[in-house]
């Protein structure tokens, strides 16, 4: 199956050219001129991968970035007029996958857009861990109880991967807010409660996978 390029950049020179190219590669291109029409066509299209301009009129690219992170972990390669080191750090920070400057070869671009893919693709295989039932899909932040999606917030999702990930051990509630909410959220520990309880609730079946230990916080445990 072709993949989908959506590439959002305000020159219809360049859209051209790389339309040309990846055209001739096997790629679908879908174009946007600005960071409005891009996003929509992001919103309601299959997207597999984004060539996003930083510099563009009305919505900027990393406005753009900024909108895709927060529902998507979608590749995506920055193109930018501007070589500083520190646009690019930014970029990078912002979520991006890569970067490159114009003017840049299309070929060369072509090279990075494929080894994007094939990586996230290998990540997507080798992403999913099943706990005796439970599905925890990190690339697609996915979860499923035998093989039925169920529906978590962002902030659970995390919850339930970093449990998870540290299966067997008894993690600390300071442990826990720490790593999941971040060393400068100024909650209480009470937050940590709060989530596992609703987590417990959504997980069903499972939720004795997440074990209360006394007098310290919390331990994930699949059933075998």
């Known amino acids: 199956m072709k993949k989908n390029i959506l590439v959002i950049e305000d020159e219809t020179r360049i859209r051209f050219l790389l339309r040309d190219y990846f055209f001739k590669e096997g790629f679908n291109i879908i174009e946007a001129s600005d960071g409005d029409e891009g996003i929509n066509y992001f919103m309601n299209s299959k997207v597999d991968l984004v060539i996003l301009d930083i510099m563009m009129p009305r ?3 990393i406005t753009v970035l900024e909108m895709i992170r927060k529902v998507s972990k979608v590749p995506v390669i920055l193109l930018t007029a ?3 080191e520190e646009d690019k750090l930014f970029g990078y920070e912002m979520g991006a996958d890569d970067y490159m400057t114009k003017p840049f070869s299309p070929k060369v671009l072509v090279a ?25 899909n990190k690339l697609s932040h996915e979860v499923k109880i035998n093989n039925e999606i169920i529906n978590l917030s962002p902030k659970e999702f995390e ?9 067997g051990i008894a993690l600390s509630r300071d442990n826990i807010l720490d790593n999941v909410w971040g060393l400068d959220y100024y909650g209480d520990l009470r937050t940590v409660d709060t989530n596992i ?19 310290s916080g919390y331990r994930f445990e699949a059933k075998k």
């Open 112 to 136: 990075k857009v494929k080894a994007l893919l094939k990586r996230t693709s290998e990540e997507s295989f080798s992403s999913e861990n099943d706990y005796n039932g439970l599905t925890i």
């Open 82 to 84: 501007k070589g500083q």
């Open 159 to 167: 919850l339930l991967s970093y449990l998870a990930d540290n299966e």
């Open 197 to 215: 309880k609703r987590l417990r609730e959504k997980l069903g079946e499972k939720s004795t996978y997440i074990i209360t230990v006394r007098g």
């Open 59 to 61: 919505v900027d690219g």
